[in-house]
């Protein structure tokens, strides 16, 4: 038959469709409502309905689509990794997980998370190791920025349980410290610990390095939170060990690399995206999940740096780039919204 014959007979059963729609919804109303005024306006309800209807049709082209099908979000071939690229120090729990992810690879050290980045974005390094989740403080926004900016992408990831230490030089006594050294995020997760004793936290760029500072230091009144392997490295008095507040205490690492990686065995894809800046629109797209089957583990919101008081969106949810149904969600997805990036394919 004609395209435009079928598109017009397509485009008459939507208004049909439309029509049956909004006097449905008018006569629930009167049901619900029969002592108010009724107001007519059923716009945002179609507009729910749409989404659903555009899904289901975008579902349903995968299976009549065999072009379609073939669509490649990532790549299967694997490089050998010979060298990862870590945050950090010796003894650091970056350097821990890179060993266990990573046991046969030379290892190399950098001192932030962005020069982590750029090994990995310049080729100094096949795979930069970067944690992104903690169980206790939650996720570590800046490494999801430096995906964005180095076009990077997660390919695994690895938990690692975290006792943290307070650690100290030999002749300090615990009633004489006053300031901890540590990261951030270990602060965080030490917070009532730090709260009890009356502590001042003092931010460092990484666990390892605060323990180095505070061997270098060597003062009565400071003391680090760090692993007791990095302890014993800079010869420092574990003074209390796991001092963290939650005692299943876990981190979660990526491995980020240049190429996005897909697998049989990858159970989680990580995304994120923007909407237009209208009532309604991350409702639709939150929907457009909700109808193919995807459970959604993780979403948060971080500032969209190009346009003020608008907000970036990143998304864990459960499948597989190699299904046709999330295909043809993350085809939807990327055609309807302003902008979306595949941040990562992983088992885990």
């Not at 490089?79 to 945050?87: D, F, M, P, R, T």
């Not at 502590?199 to 390892?208: L, M, Q, R, S, V």
């Not at 919101?301 to 149904?325: A, H, Q």
């Amino acid at each position: 038959m004609d395209y435009d014959y079928l598109m017009g007979k397509l485009n008459d059963y939507d208004a049909a469709m439309k029509d049956l729609f909004e006097k449905r919804m008018a006569v629930l109303e009167e049901i619900i409502l029969a002592d108010k005024e009724r107001t007519g306006d059923y716009g945002m309800e179609y507009k729910y309905f749409l989404n659903m209807q555009k899904s289901m049709d975008m579902r349903y082209k995968y299976k009549l689509n065999p072009v379609l099908e073939k669509l490649d979000f990532g790549c299967r071939e694997k490089k050998e990794v010979e060298v990862v690229c870590y945050q950090g120090l010796e003894c650091s729990y970056s350097e821990s997980a890179a060993k266990s992810l990573f046991s046969e690879a030379k290892l190399i050290n950098r001192l932030t998370f962005e020069d982590v980045f750029k090994s990995v974005f310049e080729g100094t390094a096949d795979i930069g190791i970067v944690p992104i989740e903690n169980s206790t403080a939650g996720y570590i926004n800046d490494v999801y920025d430096l995906l964005l900016k180095y076009d990077l992408f997660i390919n695994h990831t690895y938990e690692k349980k975290v006792d943290h230490c307070l650690a100290c030089c030999i002749d300090t006594n615990p009633e004489d410290i006053r300031e901890v050294y540590s990261h951030p995020q270990a602060l965080a997760q030490c917070s009532e610990y730090i709260a009890k004793h009356k502590f001042i936290g003092k931010d460092e760029i990484n666990t390892a390095i605060a323990a180095q500072k505070t061997a270098e230091l060597n003062k009565k009144s400071t003391a680090c939170i760090c692993s007791e392997e990095a302890a014993k490295l800079y010869g420092l008095k574990i003074i209390e060990k796991q001092i963290n507040d939650q005692k299943k205490n876990y981190t979660r690492f990526a491995a980020v690399s240049k190429k996005l990686l897909v697998e049989d065995n990858h159970n989680k894809v990580s995304i994120v995206f923007n909407v237009l800046h209208e009532t309604g629109s991350l409702s639709e797209v939150l929907s457009t999940f909700a109808y193919y089957g995807c459970n959604l583990s993780y979403i948060n919101s971080r500032p969209n740096r190009i346009r003020t008081w608008e907000y970036m969106f990143y998304v864990d949810f459960e499948g597989n780039l190699c299904d046709n149904k999330i295909k043809s969600m993350l085809s939807q997805l990327k055609t309807e919204l302003p902008y979306m990036k595949i941040l990562g394919s992983f088992k885990a």
